[in-house]
Structure formats: structure tokens, C-alpha cells
């Protein structure tokens, strides 16, 4: 009878996970944020794309109201019964695409686009699905989360996470964890103070602010004016924002050039905080942090990459990709170093990009110069392959690499970087694709064109 009744509470588990939760072929796999999962890991479950049959993908472009400088995500059978790309452009416009046809299923204009379309004011941030599959959350260039009605679009509600959007960018992608809606801020290019890298958390139920830090002026727990704080910077703008730890829920976030002084200003730092953002927990910051501030070498160019055994890698504009164990960081003070190894990543040019981390050990890196792929063995990074090929942030799915770069995404077989396919795109700048549900999707553009228009190339298997 007990072996009976655990049986039916097995099945019954299984019949209302989300789609999210799924994995195999087209339809029933989500892509809800950027990077696909919490831990922005970048690799999808979907095998329905393989290296027999990526050569056939057939591309499609659809033309959007605005340049998504991001990457797309997808929600299956989401929209009124429809497979879903979710974007959201330049000044917050946010789209619906079926990703079938390509017609636009809804659009949701922010209250201030008239006024702001066409300026310096952008974002690049990715939405986020919401925990329930009924809602996406999206940022616009007003400074505004807003939570949006899966099904049209509508606004369930919206909060303000800058109380200085003309010099606090939202440029990074959102995140959901434990409930909460997870965004960071940063500044405008040409780093045009004052502005402070916050990370805030909301409720998902009602978009109420549970948290704020400021990784400047840390001694504020609140959303302050930027003026009113005497530093300025500490941009948290990678294309992550704020990962999740998946061994703890940690939100591990890094910051871009700033003071530095192991109390109130953390710039130039990879920071651990609690699930909630309640609190600092850990941190790294390197030996060279003055130099970093001094040479505009933003260590937060990107963001932590979770590996196996609580370790993680950190890269930046230096080049320099540093192996790190988070459980093991300094508290609250002013140590620097630490670090257990520090590899060069394909240069000269600068790391904007995320890695991509495949089974807890494989490392894959693509900036303006190359792509290359590391294996942790021992406890160390073992170089295993590297090309001249540029990139933004690899993606895997279906045993596959898919690298976009400026004319062409290049999909290799990742453990030997032997080219498989080559998929035709227009320019890009951070947008990386996604691959999910026999589909590839890819943004085209450059938000800092302040265009009003954009391109979204949809590669599907003929059918």
C-alpha cells in the first residue's frame, strides 16, 4: 500500500511539472532567461537539432520594433497555444514572435518610448519567465521591471529600480530564483557618473522590492539617488547580471571599475550575496583592483561561470580568465588574490561575453579574437582546443556548440572544435542565440545605433 501510494505521488509530481523542467525533443522545453537556467550555464536539454541535420536549418527573418541587443527566450506552447520567442528591444519595447510563422502575436510598449526612442537611454537585458509559466518579466529603458501577461502582453505590474534611469542603465538580463524577480544596474557608455551597480530582488507576486545592495555605499540597504553617494560606478552590467549558485542559491554577481576598500565600495570584485540579496557574504577581488580601475580593465565585464565541486570562473577585460572557489572567498574585508589558477582567453580584444559551462567541467570562451574550450581535470583548467573565429556568448544543445560572431553563427562539435555548420546573420554586438525546440533563434544589431527597428533570424528544420 505504502509502495502504491509513493508511486501515485511520483506520477502525480511528474504531471504537473512545468515545461520548463522537460527535456528531449521540439515542444516541450523551455528557454525562460539568459543563459537558460538560474545558474546561466547556457545548455540546453533540447537534442531535437543534431550535428546530422543543423546543416538543414532554413533562416527567416522577422522584422521587429527595435533592436534586441540580447538574446531571445522561448516558451512552449506559452502564447494562446503558440510556441513563443519573447524579446525585448532597445527602449523596452517587448515582443512576442510566433516561432513558427514569425508574426508578431503581441507587442508591449513602454509609457515613455515616444519620448526616449531614439536616445542614449537603452537597455540590453534579457526578459524572464516567471516561475508559473504565466508571465514574463522585462525591462525597460525608464528603469522599470515590468511583469507582463504571458498570454497578451498585459501589465500585471511594474517597479521602479532606479531612482536616476537617465544614469543607471538596466543592461543586464533578468533572473528568477526562489520566488523573487533578480536585476542589476549599470551605467550608460562612456561611463558618465554618478551611477552605482545595485542588485535588487522583487517578489514575483506583486513586484514589491524585497532587497537592495549597492556595491557602492554598501551601508545602504535601499534604492539611493546616485548623486547622494560620494563614489560612483561599480557597473554591474555583464550579460548575466545575477547568476544563481545552484549548490546553495546564491546570487554571485561582478563589478566593473570603482573604488575599492573592503566595507562600503566593491568595485572591480566578484561578489557572493545571499538568495535574497539580503546581505554580502564572500567576495574576490584581484591584487591588481587599482590597476583594473585605473585601465578601464572592467573585471565585470562578464560574470562568474559555475564549474563542479563550488568552483567557478571569472574573466574580464584583461584577458584573463581566473579559476575561483567560491566556498572558500574571503567575508566581508579588504584581502585581495586568491585565485587558484588564471589562464589567457583568445585576444587582444576585450571579453564580453559569458562562458558557457557544459557537465560541471567543460569551459568554452569566445571573444572579439576567438573561441577556445578548457577542461577542468584535477582541479585545474587543461586548454583543449582554441580558434581565431570570434564570438559572443557560446551556447550548447543537442551535443552541439553554437557560437555567433559578426556575419555567421558557427556551430562546432565541443570537445574538438571541428566546425559542423555555418548559419548566415546579419551583424551583432552582445547578442548570443538560443536553440530550443528544432529552432534557432539569433537577434541581429547594435543597440548603441539607437535604431527603432530590428531583425530576428529564425532557423528551423524543414518540416
Given at each position: 500500500?505504502?509502495?502504491?501510494?509513493?508511486?501515485?505521488?511520483?506520477?502525480?509530481?511528474?504531471?504537473?511539472?512545468?515545461?520548463?523542467?522537460?527535456?528531449?525533443?521540439?515542444?516541450?522545453?523551455?528557454?525562460?532567461?539568459?543563459?537558460?537556467?538560474?545558474?546561466?550555464?547556457?545548455?540546453?536539454?533540447?537534442?531535437?537539432?543534431?550535428?546530422?541535420?543543423?546543416?538543414?536549418?532554413?533562416?527567416?527573418q522577422v522584422q521587429l520594433g527595435g533592436t534586441v541587443d540580447s538574446s531571445p527566450i522561448y516558451v512552449a506552447k506559452g502564447v494562446r497555444g503558440h510556441d513563443a520567442f519573447i524579446v525585448t528591444t532597445t527602449y523596452?519595447?517587448?515582443?512576442?514572435?510566433?516561432?513558427?510563422?514569425?508574426?508578431?502575436?503581441?507587442?508591449?510598449?513602454?509609457?515613455?518610448?515616444?519620448?526616449?526612442?531614439?536616445?542614449?537611454?537603452?537597455?540590453?537585458?534579457?526578459?524572464?519567465?516567471?516561475?508559473?509559466?504565466?508571465?514574463?518579466?522585462?525591462?525597460?529603458?525608464?528603469?522599470?521591471?515590468?511583469?507582463?501577461?504571458?498570454?497578451?502582453?498585459?501589465?500585471?505590474?511594474?517597479?521602479?529600480?532606479?531612482?536616476?534611469?537617465?544614469?543607471?542603465?538596466?543592461?543586464?538580463?533578468?533572473?528568477?530564483?526562489?520566488?523573487?524577480?533578480?536585476?542589476?544596474?549599470?551605467?550608460?557608455?562612456?561611463?558618465?557618473?554618478?551611477?552605482?551597480?545595485?542588485?535588487?530582488?522583487?517578489?514575483?507576486?506583486?513586484?514589491?522590492?524585497?532587497?537592495?545592495?549597492?556595491?557602492?555605499?554598501?551601508?545602504?540597504?535601499?534604492?539611493?539617488?546616485?548623486?547622494?553617494?560620494?563614489a560612483s560606478d561599480s557597473a554591474i552590467w555583464s550579460r548575466n547580471g545575477a547568476a544563481v549558485d545552484p549548490e546553495n542559491g546564491d546570487l554571485v554577481v561582478a563589478t566593473g571599475n570603482a573604488t575599492f576598500n573592503?566595507?562600503?565600495?566593491?568595485?572591480?570584485?566578484?561578489?557572493?550575496?545571499?538568495?535574497?540579496?539580503?546581505?554580502?557574504?564572500?567576495?574576490?577581488?584581484?591584487?591588481?583592483?587599482?590597476?583594473?580601475?585605473?585601465?578601464?580593465?572592467?573585471?565585470?565585464?562578464?560574470?562568474?561561470?559555475?564549474?563542479?565541486?563550488?568552483?567557478?570562473?571569472?574573466?574580464?577585460?584583461?584577458?584573463?580568465?581566473?579559476?575561483?572557489?567560491?566556498?572558500?572567498?574571503?567575508?566581508?574585508?579588504?584581502?585581495?588574490?586568491?585565485?587558484?589558477?588564471?589562464?589567457?582567453?583568445?585576444?587582444?580584444?576585450?571579453?564580453?561575453?559569458?562562458?558557457?559551462?557544459?557537465?560541471?567541467?567543460?569551459?568554452?570562451?569566445?571573444?572579439?579574437?576567438?573561441?577556445?574550450?578548457?577542461?577542468?581535470?584535477?582541479?585545474?583548467?587543461?586548454?583543449?582546443?582554441?580558434?581565431?573565429?570570434?564570438?559572443?556568448?557560446?551556447?550548447?544543445?543537442?551535443?552541439?556548440?553554437?557560437?555567433?560572431?559578426?556575419?555567421?553563427?558557427?556551430?562546432?562539435?565541443?570537445?574538438?572544435?571541428?566546425?559542423?555548420?555555418?548559419?548566415?546573420?546579419?551583424?551583432?554586438?552582445?547578442?548570443?542565440?538560443?536553440?530550443?525546440?528544432?529552432?534557432?533563434?539569433?537577434?541581429?544589431?547594435?543597440?548603441?545605433?539607437?535604431?527603432?527597428?530590428?531583425?530576428?533570424?529564425?532557423?528551423?528544420?524543414?518540416?
Amino acid at each position: 500500500m505504502i509502495r502504491l501510494t509513493l508511486l501515485a505521488l511520483a506520477l502525480l509530481v511528474l504531471l504537473v511539472l512545468p515545461a520548463a523542467s522537460a527535456s528531449g525533443g521540439a515542444g516541450d522545453v523551455d528557454w525562460g532567461r539568459f543563459g537558460y537556467d538560474a545558474a546561466r550555464t547556457d545548455v540546453s536539454p533540447d537534442t531535437t537539432i543534431t550535428a546530422a541535420n543543423v546543416s538543414k536549418l532554413r533562416r527567416q527573418q522577422v522584422q521587429l520594433g527595435g533592436t534586441v541587443d540580447s538574446s531571445p527566450i522561448y516558451v512552449a506552447k506559452g502564447v494562446r497555444g503558440h510556441d513563443a520567442f519573447i524579446v525585448t528591444t532597445t527602449y523596452g519595447r517587448t515582443e512576442a514572435i510566433d516561432a513558427d510563422s514569425g508574426k508578431i502575436l503581441w507587442r508591449f510598449t513602454p509609457p515613455a518610448y515616444s519620448r526616449l526612442a531614439g536616445t542614449a537611454q537603452i537597455t540590453n537585458a534579457t526578459p524572464a519567465l516567471s516561475s508559473d509559466r504565466k508571465a514574463v518579466y522585462a525591462a525597460a529603458s525608464d528603469g522599470r521591471i515590468r511583469k507582463l501577461r504571458l498570454s497578451d502582453g498585459h501589465v500585471l505590474w511594474t517597479t521602479a529600480i532606479t531612482r536616476d534611469p537617465t544614469h543607471e542603465k538596466i543592461t543586464s538580463s533578468l533572473n528568477v530564483s526562489r520566488g523573487l524577480v533578480i536585476a542589476t544596474t549599470g551605467g550608460y557608455i562612456g561611463d558618465i557618473p554618478p551611477y552605482q551597480g545595485h542588485v535588487v530582488t522583487m517578489f514575483e507576486g506583486n513586484g514589491k522590492i524585497d532587497h537592495v545592495w549597492n556595491s557602492l555605499c554598501a551601508n545602504e540597504r535601499k534604492l539611493i539617488l546616485p548623486k547622494t553617494c560620494p563614489a560612483s560606478d561599480s557597473a554591474i552590467w555583464s550579460r548575466n547580471g545575477a547568476a544563481v549558485d545552484p549548490e546553495n542559491g546564491d546570487l554571485v554577481v561582478a563589478t566593473g571599475n570603482a573604488t575599492f576598500n573592503g566595507s562600503t565600495d566593491w568595485g572591480d570584485s566578484v561578489l557572493v550575496l545571499s538568495p535574497d540579496a539580503s546581505k554580502l557574504l564572500r567576495h574576490w577581488t584581484p591584487v591588481d583592483q587599482a590597476h583594473l580601475n585605473d585601465s578601464d580593465l572592467d573585471l565585470g565585464s562578464t560574470s562568474p561561470a559555475f564549474l563542479a565541486g563550488g568552483l567557478a570562473v571569472q574573466g574580464g577585460k584583461d584577458g584573463l580568465l581566473r579559476l575561483l572557489n567560491l566556498n572558500k572567498l574571503p567575508g566581508v574585508n579588504a584581502r585581495t588574490g586568491g585565485e587558484l589558477q588564471t589562464v589567457s582567453v583568445p585576444g587582444p580584444t576585450d571579453m564580453f561575453s559569458e562562458p558557457a559551462v557544459w557537465n560541471g567541467k567543460w569551459v568554452f570562451v569566445a571573444t572579439g579574437s576567438g573561441t577556445a574550450a578548457w577542461l577542468l581535470q584535477g582541479g585545474r583548467l587543461h586548454a583543449k582546443w582554441s580558434n581565431g573565429t570570434d564570438g559572443t556568448s557560446p551556447v550548447l544543445a543537442g551535443g552541439l556548440l553554437y557560437v555567433a560572431g559578426n556575419g555567421a553563427i558557427h556551430v562546432y562539435v565541443p570537445t574538438s572544435g571541428r566546425l559542423v555548420a555555418t548559419l548566415p546573420t546579419g551583424a551583432v554586438h552582445w547578442q548570443s542565440p538560443i536553440v530550443v525546440g528544432g529552432r534557432v533563434a539569433m537577434p541581429e544589431g547594435n543597440a548603441n545605433d539607437h535604431s527603432t527597428s530590428g531583425v530576428l533570424d529564425i532557423f528551423r528544420l524543414p518540416s
